[in-house]
């Protein structure tokens, strides 16, 4: 028998890491959160004082236009003098610049400097377009063109001759991506691995938070990323298995993460859905007794009209054999909404997906064997001293 005494120390599991990278459309999502024990063993013990909790997942990658803007720069000019005939560059040549499907032609005429240059390309477009800079100190000046944090594609092309490959100047700067990452799960608090495996918890165990989505500066209606669900506080989905949460023993779900916000220029954009609240308890063709408190987790924020993350279940028993609450009580977590999260009833924790599998739902106050997907058939209301034994 694995014995975890009284004032253990806490274990956790690992966060998730970050979001890192993009498919090109969207940035990387966060890694999940690791769980805090995975065990095999026939029984565990988990004494009080004893804490487990998930690992937190990792937030989804933003696109930030102040840190993802791309620029390109020709060095190693005399600011002071004409462009033309340094590097190469004759009076009359030309180059083309493309912003958002409008096409300007830049023509270097036979005094112009890297200012002046630079002035003739600010001026072609509206302001937030594109970045302009030149130095004009008489050596090693330089001409910079760049991406604002709008973010607009920006392709330069050669029309008269080659100046801008003959200043080494990219042709394209392009955004890496548009939406925001999701988040990544929370990590589960305590996971048993193998059948028939008896567990007794005196202590805490929680699920880790799911991660925030990212965020997007994408002028063009950047989305912002879905926030993680929340991890199970106590996982067994092997089949045959016994919980006794004891007097004192808490579990609880994590909490959903909470939606990226999208872009707020001129298209905005739906920010992310807020991320599911996790489980109390779930398991598979298990025995739960219950004298403490189980607990769902809350739903994460939905951000800038995303929705809010749907409410965790206390209990979620696949083809549950038996079911005994005695003292303390089952918890649905709160679901949230786009706008402030905790607003919405409690939802009802629930056991197993469908009335074929023997289902059992429960709430503090009734319990009731499930007719419909959305709403309770023939619910009695009884103090949750006197529910009875639900066995399936």
């Not at 990792?58 to 005399?78: I, N, P, R, V």
């Not at 005695?326 to 056991?351: C, I, K």
């Amino acid at each position: 028998m694995a014995l975890l005494p009284a004032m253990a120390s806490a274990l956790s599991g690992t966060p998730g890491g970050d979001g890192a990278g993009s498919d090109g459309v969207r940035g990387g999502a966060g890694g999940e959160g690791g769980s805090a024990v995975i065990n095999g063993d026939a029984s565990l013990t988990i004494g009080a004082g004893t804490v487990h909790d998930g690992g937190t997942g990792g937030q989804g990658h933003s696109l930030d236009g102040y840190y993802e803007a791309a620029e390109t720069a020709a060095f190693g000019l005399d600011g002071t003098a004409p462009l033309a005939g340094q590097q190469g560059i004759a009076a009359g040549d030309s180059f083309s610049i493309t912003i958002d499907g409008v096409t300007e032609t830049i023509v270097i005429d036979a005094t112009d400097t890297l200012r002046d240059v630079a002035d003739k390309i600010s001026g072609a477009f509206a302001s937030g377009r594109i970045s302009v800079y030149a130095t004009q100190r008489g050596a090693a000046d330089f001409l910079s063109i760049g991406q604002t944090s709008y973010l607009y594609n920006i392709e330069m092309s050669d029309v008269t001759n080659t100046p801008l490959t003959s200043l080494g100047l990219d042709l394209e700067l392009a955004r890496p991506f548009d939406d925001g990452g999701h988040g990544g799960m929370g990590g589960h608090g305590v996971v048993r691995q193998g059948a028939d495996l008896s567990t007794d918890n005196a202590g805490e165990l929680y699920g880790g938070e799911g991660g925030e989505g990212g965020f997007s500066d994408y002028y063009l209606a950047g989305e912002g990323g879905d926030g993680g669900d929340g991890g199970d506080a106590f996982r067994n989905m092997d089949g045959g298995g016994t919980l006794n949460n004891d007097a004192g023993g808490y579990i609880q779900g994590g909490n959903g993460g909470e939606g990226g916000a999208g872009s707020t220029y001129d298209y905005p954009a739906a920010g992310g859905a807020g991320g599911k609240g996790g489980t109390g308890v779930r398991m598979s063709g298990a025995t739960l007794i219950n004298r403490g408190d189980i607990l769902g987790g809350d739903g994460g924020l939905g951000e800038s009209g995303g929705d809010g993350g749907a409410a965790g279940d206390a209990v979620w028993i696949d083809n549950a054999a038996t079911v005994r609450q005695f003292s303390g009580g089952l918890y649905g977590g709160w679901g949230a909404t786009a706008s402030a999260p905790a607003v919405m009833a409690p939802t009802a924790a629930r056991a197993c997906a469908s009335p074929a599998a023997a289902v059992w739902k429960f709430s503090v106050a009734r319990w009731w064997a499930a007719g419909a997907a959305t709403a309770p058939r023939a619910a009695t209301a009884v103090p949750a001293s006197s529910w009875p034994v639900a066995t399936c």
